[in-house]
């Protein structure tokens, strides 16, 4: 099973930036799928970001799109979260893993093992 561990969290203020990590124990970018989700207090965890790299295919929630941006560092097993132009409600602890794009483009893989994230905080 691959462990995922995320960082690269903190507090900044409204309009500031942020990247994060999600270094893998073990990956193999060329023939999987990833994403970055989190959630807020109170609320269910969403979807942010989801990328198969069978196809190319790569998803953004809206409340996020045009801010942020994923990537991969293959050499280094590991894939970033750009943030920019941070709004408060992005406040939210931030997870990565598997997605399933047969459920739907924004959701996790059903076996994927949460860890304790990161967490961003914005301030207005």
């Known amino acids: 099973e691959v462990q995922l561990v995320e960082s690269g969290g903190g507090l900044v203020q409204a309009g500031g930036s942020l990247r994060l990590s999600c270094a893998a124990s073990?990956?193999?970018?060329?023939?999987?799928?990833i994403g970055w989700f989190r959630q807020a207090p109170g609320k269910e965890r969403e979807g942010v970001s989801c990328?198969?790299?069978?196809?190319?295919?790569?998803y953004y929630a809206d409340s996020v799109r045009g801010r942020f941006t994923i990537s991969f560092d293959n050499a280094k097993n590991t894939v970033y979260l750009q943030m920019h132009s941070l709004h408060p409600e992005d406040t939210a602890v931030y997870y990565c893993?598997?997605?399933?794009?047969?459920?739907?483009?924004?959701?996790?893989?059903?076996?994927?093992?949460w860890g304790q994230g990161t967490q961003v905080t914005v301030s207005s």
């Open positions: 893993a598997a997605c399933d794009f047969a459920v739907g483009p924004l959701w996790p893989a059903a076996s994927h093992s």
């Open positions: 990328f198969s790299s069978s196809d190319g295919s790569l």
């Open positions: 073990t990956f193999n970018f060329d023939d999987y799928t």
